[in-house]
Protein backbone atom coordinates (compact mmCIF):
# COMPACT_ATOMS: atom_id res chain seq x y z
CA UNK A 1 0.00 0.00 0.00
CA UNK A 2 1.16 3.38 -0.45
CA UNK A 3 0.95 5.05 2.56
CA UNK A 4 1.40 8.68 1.53
CA UNK A 5 -1.56 8.46 -1.31
CA UNK A 6 -4.62 9.25 0.30
CA UNK A 7 -7.96 7.02 -1.57
CA UNK A 8 -9.33 9.22 -3.60
CA UNK A 9 -12.64 7.65 -3.81
CA UNK A 10 -12.49 8.02 0.08
CA UNK A 11 -13.89 11.40 2.01
CA UNK A 12 -10.82 13.57 3.13
CA UNK A 13 -10.85 15.72 6.70
CA UNK A 14 -12.84 18.67 5.76
CA UNK A 15 -11.01 20.64 8.36
CA UNK A 16 -7.65 20.04 9.33
CA UNK A 17 -6.27 21.81 12.26
CA UNK A 18 -2.27 22.04 12.71
CA UNK A 19 -1.36 23.75 16.13
CA UNK A 20 2.03 24.02 17.47
CA UNK A 21 4.73 26.23 18.80
CA UNK A 22 7.09 29.11 16.73
CA UNK A 23 9.37 27.70 13.98
CA UNK A 24 7.92 23.99 14.31
CA UNK A 25 6.99 24.00 10.63
CA UNK A 26 3.22 24.68 10.70
CA UNK A 27 3.56 27.53 7.72
CA UNK A 28 5.56 25.63 5.50
CA UNK A 29 3.86 22.66 6.18
CA UNK A 30 0.19 23.89 6.53
CA UNK A 31 0.55 25.64 2.97
CA UNK A 32 2.15 22.55 1.39
CA UNK A 33 -0.74 20.80 2.44
CA UNK A 34 -3.44 22.64 1.81
CA UNK A 35 -1.92 22.95 -1.79
CA UNK A 36 -1.73 19.03 -1.89
CA UNK A 37 -5.38 18.66 -1.15
CA UNK A 38 -6.44 22.46 -3.38
CA UNK A 39 -7.65 23.28 0.17
CA UNK A 40 -7.80 26.82 1.84
CA UNK A 41 -4.92 27.82 3.24
CA UNK A 42 -5.82 29.47 6.57
CA UNK A 43 -2.55 30.74 8.85
CA UNK A 44 -5.03 32.17 11.70
CA UNK A 45 -2.56 35.00 12.74
CA UNK A 46 -3.94 37.24 10.16
CA UNK A 47 -7.18 37.63 11.85
CA UNK A 48 -5.42 38.92 14.80
CA UNK A 49 -3.46 41.00 12.22
CA UNK A 50 -6.61 42.61 10.24
CA UNK A 51 -8.12 43.79 13.94
CA UNK A 52 -5.09 45.71 14.66
CA UNK A 53 -4.62 46.82 11.23
CA UNK A 54 -8.21 48.30 11.37
CA UNK A 55 -7.66 49.70 15.10
CA UNK A 56 -4.35 51.65 13.70
CA UNK A 57 -6.11 52.96 10.88
CA UNK A 58 -9.30 53.75 12.12
CA UNK A 59 -7.82 55.59 15.29
CA UNK A 60 -8.54 53.38 17.78
CA UNK A 61 -5.89 53.08 21.23
CA UNK A 62 -4.34 49.36 20.87
CA UNK A 63 -4.73 50.13 24.85
CA UNK A 64 -8.40 50.28 24.56
CA UNK A 65 -9.32 46.49 24.51
CA UNK A 66 -13.05 47.37 24.91
CA UNK A 67 -13.35 49.42 21.63
CA UNK A 68 -10.50 46.91 19.92
CA UNK A 69 -12.91 43.90 20.37
CA UNK A 70 -15.81 45.83 18.99
CA UNK A 71 -14.04 45.99 16.08
CA UNK A 72 -13.24 42.57 15.97
CA UNK A 73 -17.18 42.26 16.55
CA UNK A 74 -18.53 44.55 14.60
CA UNK A 75 -16.55 44.69 11.36
CA UNK A 76 -16.76 41.76 8.71
CA UNK A 77 -13.22 40.02 8.23
CA UNK A 78 -12.39 36.74 5.81
CA UNK A 79 -9.93 35.15 4.62
CA UNK A 80 -10.65 33.22 1.22
CA UNK A 81 -8.34 31.80 -1.50
CA UNK A 82 -6.28 33.83 -3.86
CA UNK A 83 -7.88 33.87 -6.77
CA UNK A 84 -5.71 35.42 -9.60
CA UNK A 85 -4.19 37.20 -7.79
CA UNK A 86 -0.05 36.74 -8.97
CA UNK A 87 1.81 38.38 -6.12
CA UNK A 88 2.99 35.63 -3.93
CA UNK A 89 -0.09 35.55 -1.50
CA UNK A 90 -1.06 32.34 0.09
CA UNK A 91 -4.55 33.57 0.62
CA UNK A 92 -6.57 37.31 0.47
CA UNK A 93 -7.20 38.43 3.94
CA UNK A 94 -10.31 41.23 3.66
CA UNK A 95 -11.47 43.58 6.43
CA UNK A 96 -14.27 45.75 6.27
CA UNK A 97 -14.32 44.71 2.52
CA UNK A 98 -10.99 46.05 1.83
CA UNK A 99 -8.12 43.71 0.83
CA UNK A 100 -5.49 43.94 3.43
CA UNK A 101 -3.31 41.27 2.91
CA UNK A 102 -0.15 43.24 2.74
CA UNK A 103 -1.31 46.03 4.78
CA UNK A 104 -1.58 43.77 7.73
CA UNK A 105 2.20 42.66 7.24
CA UNK A 106 3.33 46.04 8.22
CA UNK A 107 5.76 46.65 10.78
CA UNK A 108 3.41 48.66 12.48
CA UNK A 109 0.80 45.76 13.16
CA UNK A 110 3.89 43.49 13.68
CA UNK A 111 4.53 45.95 16.50
CA UNK A 112 0.98 46.02 17.86
CA UNK A 113 -0.45 42.39 17.31
CA UNK A 114 1.22 40.44 19.81
CA UNK A 115 -0.52 42.68 22.42
CA UNK A 116 -4.69 42.75 20.48
CA UNK A 117 -4.16 38.77 19.82
CA UNK A 118 -3.38 38.67 24.17
CA UNK A 119 -6.47 40.41 24.77
CA UNK A 120 -8.98 37.70 26.16
CA UNK A 121 -12.21 39.73 24.16
CA UNK A 122 -10.88 40.18 21.11
CA UNK A 123 -9.56 36.38 20.99
CA UNK A 124 -13.34 35.35 21.47
CA UNK A 125 -14.69 37.89 19.39
CA UNK A 126 -12.63 36.42 16.52
CA UNK A 127 -13.67 32.86 17.25
CA UNK A 128 -16.74 33.21 15.20
CA UNK A 129 -14.63 34.62 12.30
CA UNK A 130 -12.46 31.62 12.90
CA UNK A 131 -15.03 29.46 12.97
CA UNK A 132 -17.51 30.50 10.13
CA UNK A 133 -14.28 30.29 7.75
CA UNK A 134 -13.19 26.48 9.37
CA UNK A 135 -16.85 25.26 8.63
CA UNK A 136 -16.90 26.38 4.97
CA UNK A 137 -14.60 22.97 5.05
CA UNK A 138 -11.77 22.42 2.79
CA UNK A 139 -9.21 24.21 4.76
CA UNK A 140 -6.24 24.07 6.78
CA UNK A 141 -6.18 25.94 9.45
CA UNK A 142 -2.63 26.60 10.64
CA UNK A 143 -2.88 28.41 14.48
CA UNK A 144 -1.55 27.95 18.22
CA UNK A 145 -5.81 26.66 20.04
CA UNK A 146 -7.08 25.43 16.73
CA UNK A 147 -7.51 22.13 17.67
CA UNK A 148 -7.99 23.18 21.84
CA UNK A 149 -10.42 26.63 21.78
CA UNK A 150 -11.22 27.59 17.93
CA UNK A 151 -12.22 24.07 16.33
CA UNK A 152 -12.32 20.84 18.64
CA UNK A 153 -14.38 19.49 16.18
CA UNK A 154 -11.79 19.49 12.97
CA UNK A 155 -11.81 16.14 11.50
CA UNK A 156 -8.10 16.13 11.82
CA UNK A 157 -5.61 17.90 14.57
CA UNK A 158 -2.15 17.76 14.32
CA UNK A 159 0.53 18.93 16.77
CA UNK A 160 3.51 19.86 15.16
CA UNK A 161 6.65 20.08 17.50
CA UNK A 162 10.14 20.00 16.94
CA UNK A 163 13.01 20.53 20.28
CA UNK A 164 13.96 24.23 20.79
CA UNK A 165 17.39 23.84 19.65
CA UNK A 166 16.24 22.83 16.16
CA UNK A 167 13.54 25.53 16.40
CA UNK A 168 16.31 27.83 16.77
CA UNK A 169 18.02 26.67 14.31
CA UNK A 170 16.04 26.80 11.31
CA UNK A 171 14.80 30.51 12.87
CA UNK A 172 19.03 31.06 12.62
CA UNK A 173 18.78 29.95 8.95
CA UNK A 174 16.11 32.20 7.88
CA UNK A 175 17.42 34.93 9.30
CA UNK A 176 21.27 34.44 7.72
CA UNK A 177 19.00 33.62 4.32
CA UNK A 178 17.88 37.35 5.09
CA UNK A 179 21.10 38.63 5.66
CA UNK A 180 19.81 39.39 9.32
CA UNK A 181 22.47 39.34 12.06
CA UNK A 182 21.84 36.72 14.22
CA UNK A 183 22.86 35.03 17.30
CA UNK A 184 21.91 31.38 17.80
CA UNK A 185 22.63 31.54 21.37
CA UNK A 186 20.11 34.60 21.60
CA UNK A 187 17.25 32.69 19.50
CA UNK A 188 17.44 30.09 21.67
CA UNK A 189 16.86 31.76 24.71
CA UNK A 190 14.05 34.11 23.30
CA UNK A 191 12.54 30.43 21.64
CA UNK A 192 12.76 29.09 25.48
CA UNK A 193 10.74 32.53 26.60
CA UNK A 194 8.27 32.70 24.21
CA UNK A 195 7.69 28.83 25.04
CA UNK A 196 6.98 29.46 28.40
CA UNK A 197 4.95 32.51 27.84
CA UNK A 198 2.58 30.50 24.96
CA UNK A 199 2.36 27.18 27.44
CA UNK A 200 1.70 29.10 30.54
CA UNK A 201 -0.64 32.17 29.91
CA UNK A 202 -4.26 31.79 30.86
CA UNK A 203 -6.19 32.20 27.80
CA UNK A 204 -5.69 29.71 24.99
CA UNK A 205 -2.77 28.40 26.10
CA UNK A 206 -0.34 26.39 23.82
CA UNK A 207 -0.88 22.76 24.04
CA UNK A 208 -1.69 20.18 22.15
CA UNK A 209 -5.53 18.92 22.30
CA UNK A 210 -5.93 15.01 23.31
CA UNK A 211 -7.30 13.73 20.46
CA UNK A 212 -3.99 15.49 18.05
CA UNK A 213 -1.84 13.64 16.21
CA UNK A 214 1.71 14.77 17.52
CA UNK A 215 4.53 15.13 14.77
CA UNK A 216 8.30 16.08 16.03
CA UNK A 217 9.78 17.01 12.97
CA UNK A 218 13.37 17.56 14.48
CA UNK A 219 14.88 15.24 12.31
CA UNK A 220 12.57 15.71 9.49
CA UNK A 221 12.68 17.42 6.10
CA UNK A 222 9.76 19.13 5.27
CA UNK A 223 8.84 16.35 2.59
CA UNK A 224 8.98 13.93 5.63
CA UNK A 225 6.41 15.81 7.32
CA UNK A 226 4.24 16.49 4.54
CA UNK A 227 4.27 12.43 4.05
CA UNK A 228 3.79 11.56 7.72
CA UNK A 229 0.52 13.53 7.69
CA UNK A 230 -0.70 12.37 4.39
CA UNK A 231 -0.55 8.67 6.11
CA UNK A 232 -2.47 10.23 9.24
CA UNK A 233 -4.96 11.17 6.16
CA UNK A 234 -4.99 7.36 5.06
CA UNK A 235 -5.05 6.33 8.50
CA UNK A 236 -8.31 8.85 8.98
CA UNK A 237 -9.80 7.41 5.68
CA UNK A 238 -9.43 3.73 6.82
CA UNK A 239 -10.60 4.38 10.09
CA UNK A 240 -14.27 5.72 8.58
CA UNK A 241 -14.17 2.63 6.56
O1 LIG B 1 1.75 34.11 13.27
P1 LIG B 1 1.58 35.62 13.28
O2 LIG B 1 2.83 36.42 13.58
O3 LIG B 1 0.90 36.14 12.03
O4 LIG B 1 0.57 35.88 14.48
C1 LIG B 1 0.13 37.17 14.81
C2 LIG B 1 -0.19 37.24 16.30
O5 LIG B 1 -1.32 36.44 16.62
C3 LIG B 1 0.94 36.76 17.21
O6 LIG B 1 0.95 37.62 18.34
C4 LIG B 1 0.51 35.35 17.61
C5 LIG B 1 -0.99 35.48 17.61
N1 LIG B 1 -1.75 34.28 17.28
C6 LIG B 1 -2.52 33.70 18.28
O7 LIG B 1 -2.49 34.18 19.42
N2 LIG B 1 -3.30 32.63 17.99
C7 LIG B 1 -3.32 32.10 16.75
N3 LIG B 1 -4.10 31.05 16.48
C8 LIG B 1 -2.53 32.67 15.72
C9 LIG B 1 -1.74 33.76 16.04
Known amino acids: MNVGAPQPSAALPATIAIDGPAASGKSTIGHALAQRL???YF??????RAVTWLALTRGVPISDEVAVAQLALTVPIDVV???DACDGRLATVLAGGEDVT???RQPQVDANVSVVSAYPRVRDALKMHQRRIGHAGRVVMVGRDIGTVIMPDADLKIYLDA???ERARRRCEEGRERGLP??????LAAMRRRDAFDSGRRTAPLRAAPDAQVVD??????PEVLQQIMGLIVAWQEARD
Open 81 to 83: APA
Open 43 to 48: DTGVVY
Open 102 to 104: WAV
Open 38 to 40: GYL
Open 163 to 165: SPA
Open 182 to 187: VSYEEI
Open 217 to 222: STDLSA
